[in-house]
Every structure is written in C-alpha cells, then in structure tokens.
C-alpha cells in the first residue's frame, strides 16, 4: 500500500474500556457497514503518517450509531 493514501480503521470499545482493532478499509462507506453497535468507531487514517505523540483524540474519529459525522472531519474522540 503507498504511503499518503488514506484508510479507515474500524475499532469496537470492549468493557475493560480498551479499543479492539476490527479492520482497516479502503473507504469510509465500508468500514460504516463494518460498524455494528454504538461501540463501533471509524477512524481515518494516512498510510505512512503518524498520529502526533501529544494528541488524545483521533481527529476525524466518531460513531456511526451514536453521532453524525464530524462537518469538518477534523474534530472526533476515541474515547469511550
């Protein structure tokens, strides 16, 4: 896969309040259908590209089953 070409990672937040990595998707339509419950999140992703040490939320991350998504793609939790 080239670097710079953007995914979307899909995680389920288990009861012991830790993220389990579902699946990774080359577009954000299918990792939607990926998420079955309100734990799901979608989460974009850059191949090659870090997540800055300092940040305590996943830009652009949300729940489908819960919220609409981020306008701006930018703003988005991880957190349960």
């Not at 990926?34 to 991350?61: F, Y």
């Not at 729940?63 to 957190?79: F, Q, S, T, V």
Request: net charge positive; proline share 8%.
């Amino acid at each position: 896969m080239k670097d710079g070409r953007k995914v979307w990672l899909v995680f389920k937040w288990m009861r012991n309040a830790h993220p389990q990595f579902q699946g990774v998707f080359a577009n954000e339509a299918r990792a939607i259908t990926a998420c079955r419950t309100d734990t799901h999140v979608v989460a974009p992703a850059t191949v090659g590209k870090e997540l800055s040490q300092a940040t305590e939320t996943w830009p652009g991350a949300w729940y489908p089953h819960r919220e609409p998504r981020p306008a701006n793609r930018i703003k988005g939790r991880m957190n349960r």
